[in-house]
């Protein structure tokens, strides 16, 4: 593993001490406490994975007699969203990791979450499921490595916020285990909508009313990418035709094999690896495809938003209309890893970005890479910004680039990162690295910044980044 220093912080933010960069875990260099860690992941983590079961799961903390007993009036206005991260190691004796997991999940501060306790209990369900998925996967691979000690896994859950606004709230999870299969990365994905007033879960339904006319246009973009993928990997297409494949779809979904996200201009299916091809894809449709207006939920399409944030899965990317032209782009940022001969082993090292026929790989600039990067899209004006945030030890940085059809431009950079969570935000006891708060609005963005290595030299700031990708 590549070698992570040991951040000492306060969370009261005017006092947090950067000299280890922003969002630092606490606790990332501690082996002698992870070395024993065989049958559970963390106190913590069970806490959470207990509470859900194989039939569903139960909101940690919260009961359903407390959340329906709450009559206040949900306040209007965007949720504060925090993001969590956090690892789980298995070490072998020559402190190596036999297992390696990754993952992410969103909940709301403390003050969000006490103005809307029913959309808060949803979030907290939603991440007991996540920590029950993670908990079978994490038995699984326990019972592989014991039977074989060549065997290591490197599995990673990550949330991905697709809407956020003062009505709707909608994020993936990406499952990915690397290294196990000939065809690369195996990936799944699952899936949240909320009504941000009442918590309730949105189903496809409410946002579907022809579901057989919403088939014919996802069949016809996911037919095409996987037969040309196919065809370019392997030297045959799919071996069915379109409407067997469409019945297929309509039965991933209902099995969970396919699952769909509410977006700011539309709806994105993700297809899980091993099911139509080796390989997992996505596709969207825009609420302007619907020509006819009889597809989407007339809530729905009439919600469409013309600036909005959201991000991307690191494995199937996403098509995003980023010019309001009505065509969606594929557009695909991720972490980039390099191996290292003389520690046997990958470490990240760099921003993969890729937008339609165009793509840069942003190499770190600090001997080791990174930790790990904050990736967002805002779009404003017809015009969309990537805005990623990153820590290079003892230096943070904050880019933006300006995606376009086939080309990726740098736009502007300064020193900072998302702004911490305070205390009275989160557990401290039960976080790994501090969570942060999520950008919502292009034009309001939390950050902290400054120029120095010292808790004084830094200071909570707002951005705005304009369409050019200009940071104010």
């Not at 993001?83 to 402190?95: G, K, S, V």
């Not at 909005?308 to 782009?329: M, R």
């Not at 942003?362 to 404003?380: A, E, R, S, V, W």
């Amino acid at each position: 593993m590549y070698k992570k220093g040991v951040m000492t912080f306060l969370i009261c933010l005017m006092s947090a001490v950067l000299f280890s960069g922003c969002g630092r875990s606490d606790n990332d260099d501690t082996s002698d406490k992870l070395k024993n860690n065989v049958d559970t992941v963390s106190e913590q983590e069970e806490t959470s994975e207990d509470a859900a079961t194989e039939t569903g799961v139960t909101s940690v903390g919260s009961t359903e007699d407390e959340v329906d007993t709450d009559e206040t009036e949900t306040p209007k206005g965007v949720p504060n969203l925090l993001l969590f991260r956090d690892n789980a190691f298995e070490w072998r004796e020559d402190n190596t990791p036999a297992i390696s997991q990754h993952y992410s999940y969103l909940l709301l501060d403390g003050e969000s979450a006490a103005s809307n306790p029913k959309l808060a209990a949803s979030l907290e369900d939603a991440k007991a499921e996540m920590f029950y998925k993670r908990k079978e996967t994490w038995n699984q691979d326990l019972k592989s490595i014991k039977e074989s000690e060549l065997i290591s896994f490197n599995d990673s859950w990550m949330a991905y916020l697709r809407r956020a606004d003062d009505d709707y709230l909608s994020f993936v999870f990406e499952y990915s285990s690397e290294g196990l299969y000939d065809d690369g990365a195996y990936t799944e994905y699952f899936a949240h909508s909320y009504y941000v007033n009442d918590g309730k879960e949105i189903v496809f339904s409410d946002v579907v009313v022809n579901e057989d006319a919403f088939f014919d246009l996802i069949t016809d973009k996911m037919y095409e990418s996987i037969d040309d993928k196919l065809n370019q990997y392997y030297s045959f297409g799919l071996e069915t035709d379109k409407e067997a494949f469409k019945k297929d779809l309509k039965g991933y979904l209902n099995s969970g094999e396919l699952a769909w996200t509410l977006d700011p201009f539309g709806v994105t299916c993700y297809l899980q690896a091993y099911t139509a091809a080796p390989f997992a894809e996505s596709a969207t449709i825009l609420f302007s495809e619907d020509s006819d207006k009889t597809i989407f939920n007339d809530e729905f399409r009439e919600s469409a938003r013309d600036e909005y944030v959201i991000q991307v899965p690191g494995y199937v990317g996403s098509y995003i209309d980023i010019n309001d032209s009505g065509v969606p782009a594929y557009v695909k940022a991720s972490e980039q890893y390099d191996y290292s001969a003389e520690d046997d082993e990958f470490y990240l090292s760099g921003l993969y970005i890729s937008s339609t026929g165009d793509w840069k790989n942003i190499q770190t600039t600090m001997p080791g890479g990174t930790d790990y990067y904050n990736i967002f899209l805002l779009h404003k004006d017809g015009t969309t910004v990537l805005f990623e945030n990153h820590d290079e030890y003892d230096q943070s940085f904050i880019n933006t680039y300006i995606l376009a059809r086939h080309e990726v431009t740098e736009a502007d950079n300064i020193r900072g990162c998302l702004e911490w969570a305070s205390e009275n935000d989160y557990d401290i006891n039960g976080a790994g690295y501090t969570p942060v708060y999520v950008p919502t609005d292009p034009s309001s963005i939390r950050v902290l910044t400054g120029d120095g290595q010292f808790a004084g030299d830094w200071s909570p700031a707002v951005l705005d980044i304009d369409a050019k990708g200009k940071i104010k």
